[in-house]
């Protein structure tokens, strides 16, 4: 049966007739969807049959929307760097004043790239002034070689002390001496090996 509140909502509206059927049925138990005489589904308000219909048409909409770039929920508004529109995203988020994943994601990656580049340049100045350096010929022998082995002038590859050590079969302090006189220079670019880039990582993923 229907409230009496319900009654007289009904009876000041222009859509009287079509809402006291709905409402009836849904009062009956059953599905709310016009011309349907099954039972509503426990927690819903139409048939298991209509709600598979509705939850098909939906992921239809999804699809188009995403397709179009629009948000999946209004359609009207183009996304923000997710599956919703700035407004519609408010309804989505704990934090609406946090920044989207693709924001700080994309953040991160252009951090990442510039400061790749800094040593890049910095790396390319320094090997410059190595070159120079070696064509001067200002250094003996086992300098040379652990400059060219350090600044990767053969094969573009920086090394570390103890990788350069190892290829000339000497110790990592040793090498420290060879290239002592040459600090100034060597000391403006950082030398990242493979090791160290796997040490960062796993430091940050046990912060994270």
Excluded at 2 to 24: D, I, V
Excluded at 184 to 196: F, G, N, Q, R, Y
Aim: charged share 25%; hydrophobic share 35%; proline share 3%.
């Amino acid at each position: 049966m229907l409230s009496a509140t319900t009654k007289c909502a009904f009876s000041t509206s222009q859509h009287a007739p079509a809402w006291r059927h709905q409402y009836e049925k849904l009062a009956n138990g059953r599905c709310a969807y016009f011309g349907c005489a099954a039972e509503f589904a426990i927690g819903h308000s139409h048939c298991r049959k209509h709600l598979a219909r509705m939850s098909k048409e939906r992921k239809k909409d999804v699809q188009a929307r995403k397709r179009h770039g629009l948000c999946v929920d209004c359609g009207e508004r183009p996304q923000f760097w997710s599956l919703h529109c700035i407004i519609c995203r408010q309804r989505h988020v704990k934090n609406p004043e946090a920044l989207p994943l693709g924001v700080t994601r994309a953040l991160r990656l252009y951090y990442k790239a510039e400061h790749q580049l800094i040593i890049e340049q910095s790396r390319a100045k320094t090997r410059f002034e190595v070159r120079k350096l070696l064509a001067k010929g200002d250094t003996n022998r086992n300098q040379a070689k652990a400059l060219r082995l350090y600044a990767g002038i053969d094969d573009g590859r920086w090394r570390s002390h103890a990788e350069v050590g190892r290829l000339m079969q000497i110790s990592r302090e040793r090498v420290r001496q060879l290239l002592g006189p040459y600090k100034a220079i060597l000391s403006e670019t950082p030398v990242k090996t493979s090791a160290d880039n796997g040490h960062n990582q796993t430091k940050a993923s046990q912060a994270s």
